[in-house]
């Protein structure tokens, strides 16, 4: 059966620091991988996207970016944390189906991110 | 332009009395049509899902959701609330016109009364 990884669960940074959450995928091949991020009290947005390795597309302008080094891993990063940054981080993945159309979406358990 | 729209930030009901949360889409084709729940600071988890099979789709939980075309609409019903149901539901559409990749609508709060 298929399984998503996601860590750290909580996370506590300065301002300023860098930033690495992983994302990994077992039991799947060529997953199309997600980085959502939910504000509180609002909906998700999503951050990056990705068909397969080294391909990434960014969805909104921000201070953070995304890395597919293999098959199964994405990466969130950013080199210097900023206060706005602060959320619930969540990495999905799906897979394409026979008409071409992505199925649904399996969910990590979130990491909750603050930067102080 | 918005692709799904949840009419409704916040539900509360009694529990064992019925729950209604109402999902508007803007697509010319049929989409895929599915509805997550999350419970706080967890993950999401799929409750039911329609591609294009019978428009009255069951899922977990006892809920149930049904397609309307005429309507572009996929409400999200369960007869009888428990008190676990409290959560946040999220319609998610998939359309051809956004590459394919899953819009989410804005979320509702469900609150279950005792």
Redesign the interface.
């Known amino acids: 059966s298929q399984t998503i990884h ?1 860590w750290p669960a909580t996370l506590v940074q300065p301002v300023g620091s860098p930033l690495s959450l992983e994302c990994t995928v077992e039991g799947t091949s060529n997953p199309n991988l ?1 980085w ?1 991020r939910q504000a509180a009290g ?3 947005q ?1 951050l990056f ?1 990705s068909v397969g390795i080294g391909q990434i597309s960014s969805e909104v302008p921000q201070n953070l970016s995304a890395s597919r080094p293999q098959d199964r891993q994405f990466i969130l990063s950013s080199k210097k944390l900023l206060l706005s940054d602060s959320g ?1 981080y ?1 990495c ?1 993945w ?1 897979l ?1 189906g026979a008409t ?3 199925t ?7 990491t ?1 991110l603050t930067v102080v | 332009a918005q692709s799904v729209t949840q009419l409704d930030s916040h539900v509360s009901v009694s529990e064992g009395t019925p729950v209604l949360l109402r999902c508007n889409y803007s697509s010319s084709y049929s989409p ?1 049509l ?1 509805w ?1 729940v999350q419970h706080p ?6 409750l039911l ?1 329609y ?1 294009s099979a019978a428009t009255l789709v069951k899922g977990i939980n006892g809920f149930e959701a049904e397609f309307k075309k005429s309507e572009t609409s996929f409400h999200l019903t369960k007869p009888s609330a428990h008190m676990s149901d409290a959560a946040e539901y ?1 319609c ?1 559409v ?1 359309l ?1 016109s956004n590459d ?3 819009s ?4 509702t709060t469900v609150t279950v009364r005792a």
Not at chain 1, 104 to 110: D, T
Not at chain 2, 41 to 46: I, S, V
Not at chain 2, 104 to 107: I, K, L, R, Y
């Open positions: 996601q997600y959502y609002r909906g998700l999503l996207y619930f969540l999905a799906s394409m071409n159309v992505n649904e979406a399996f969910f990590g358990q979130g909750r | 895929s599915f997550y600071n967890k993950g999401l988890q799929l899902k591609t999220f998610v998939i051809r394919y990749k899953l989410f609508g804005a979320g």
